[in-house]
């Protein structure tokens, strides 16, 4: 099998594939389903290919900073949340999620912020973006700020 560079870049976009958050936990966890095997197949074959020129973290398609790593832990949060937001279109839940965000940070995060959980009777949604403002105040990366940021985000739920 012979894979370019441009095969490389693709992994963890394919909407079969597992996202680089939730590939690592099923790993680590010990669960490894069809995706992972493909996902390592295919990534092994890409660090083959380019006879070690290429690391096997970017052939997996993984982070290689804490910013990266901190980045898509943020993102799989957001994604979720995406995911947990009323809306007819897909466009139509990323300017939910953008609203639903603002209010967040607006009169929730500055109540929860200091705590190292949200309440337990709070709604998935709200867990989520908890999580997402948490990581994202931890690493210093910064929140997006528009629907469109968000609906990029999305894109790999959006397939």
């Known amino acids: 099998m012979s894979l370019d560079n441009a095969d490389v870049c693709t992994l963890g976009e394919d909407p079969q594939e597992p996202g680089q958050g939730s590939f690592v936990r099923n790993l680590a966890a010990g669960i490894v389903g069809q995706a992972e095997i493909a996902r390592l197949r295919k990534g092994c074959a890409a660090w083959l290919a380019s006879g070690g020129g290429l690391s096997l973290e970017r052939c997996l398609g993984l982070a290689t900073t804490p910013a990266q ?61 908890f999580s997402a403002v948490r990581v994202a105040n931890q690493a210093g990366i910064g929140l997006p700020e ?11 739920a959006v397939k």
Not at 102 to 116: N, S, Y
Not at 146 to 156: D, M, Y
Request: proline share 6%; aromatic share 6%; charged share 25%.
């Open 146 to 156: 528009t629907a469109r940021q968000l609906h990029n985000i999305a894109g790999e």
């Open 69 to 129: 790593m901190a980045r898509a832990e943020r993102d799989a949060h957001l994604i979720e949340a995406w995911q947990l937001v009323d809306g007819e279109s897909p466009w139509k839940k990323s300017v939910a999620l953008a609203a639903e965000l603002k209010t967040f940070m607006g009169r929730i995060w500055p109540l929860w912020r200091d705590a190292g959980a949200p309440p337990q009777d709070c709604s998935a949604l709200r867990r989520h973006l």
